[in-house]
């Protein structure tokens, strides 16, 4: 990863791109979710959403992206 910041956090952060597809996250995500970096890379993070909140979570990704 390389990123001080992401590094350097104590909580997490996922970022996504415009796919919402996981492009990068901190190295803190195995505390959190019990994944590795690599694991969810590449990954869409609507996998990790429940199906029963994953439309409005995906409407509510695609509104913050206009």
Known sequence: MGNVLLD????TLICLDNHNIIIDVSKTIKNYFGFEQSE???LSILLFIEDSERDSFAKFLSS???
């Open 8 to 11: 350097a956090m104590q909580g």
């Open 64 to 66: 913050t992206s206009e």
């Open 40 to 42: 969810i890379i590449g």
